[in-house]
T-cell receptor, first 112, second 112 residues
Framework: ETGVTQSPTHLIKTRGQQVTLRCSSQSGHNTVSWYQQALGQGPQFIFQYYREEENGRGNFPPRFSGLQFPNYSSELNVNALELDDSALYLC???????????FGSGTRLTVV | GQSLEQPSEVTAVEGAIVQINCTYQTSGFYGLSWYQQHDGGAPTFLSY????GLEETGRFSSFLSRSDSYGYLLLQELQMKDSASYFC?????????????FGKGTTLSVSS
């Protein structure tokens, strides 16, 4: 079975721009969540999707938005990028009701 | 609000036993998980405790006491490859849905 794959692996954007990050869930997983991890910190929960509906959100502003598609792949969109948005963005998938999340290797976003 | 406390660093030698503690404060507690993350890698799921007591998986064990809002990860027969960051994470059920809230992580350094 394939794991969670994220693209791109690295990205450099300019302040004020918009970015879309992509995630393919592990086969059979119907829940996807996104996290922001700053250097030396733990992952911070952004939001979670189950069956294409958002069913959990952390303390992130509305310029962070997402989508989950019928094939359970997902996108994270960030508008009006700020320097502090520079971080590793992690996607994780799971089966609803299952407690183990499978993480992708992340997208390293640098905002200059 | 939510908070998880764990030591920032732990050092040990090969073959030793180390315990990483985690205390949490959160509403809607639904379980405590542990994840391992090597530098530049994806977090990988180690264990989950939904009920009080000890869960054992090979060299790793995890414990939970819900009345004390406390858990720990026990690593036995340490190996060099165990050098990594370890995160406790609370699965929380709140008004917005479910969320996985991570601690800041404990860096474990294993020396020979």
């Amino acid at each position: 079975e394939t794991g969670v794959t994220q693209s791109p692996t690295h990205l450099i954007k300019t302040r004020g721009q918009q970015v879309t990050l992509r995630c393919s869930s592990q086969s059979g997983h119907n829940t996807v969540s996104w996290y922001q991890q700053a250097l030396g910190q733990g992952p911070q929960f952004i939001f979670q999707y189950y069956r294409e509906e958002e069913n959990g959100r952390g303390n992130f502003p509305p310029r962070f938005s997402g989508l989950q598609f019928p094939n359970y792949s997902s996108e994270l969109n960030v508008n009006a990028l700020e320097l502090d948005d520079s971080a590793l963005y992690l996607c994780a998938s799971s089966l609803q009701g299952n407690y183990g999340y499978t993480f992708g290797s992340g997208t390293r976003l640098t905002v200059v | 609000g939510q908070s998880l406390e764990q030591p920032s660093e732990v050092t040990a030698v090969e073959g030793a036993i180390v315990q990483i503690n985690c205390t949490y404060q959160t509403s809607g507690f639904y379980g405590l998980s542990w994840y391992q993350q090597h530098d530049g890698g994806a977090p990988t799921f180690l264990s989950y405790n939904g009920l009080d007591g000890l869960e054992e998986t090979g060299r790793f064990s995890s414990f939970l006491s819900r009345s004390d809002s406390y858990g720990y990860l026990l690593l036995q027969e340490l190996q060099m490859k165990d050098s990594a960051s370890y995160f406790c994470a609370v699965r929380e059920l709140n008004q917005a849905g479910t969320a996985l809230i991570f601690g800041k992580g404990t860096t474990l350094s294993v020396s020979s």
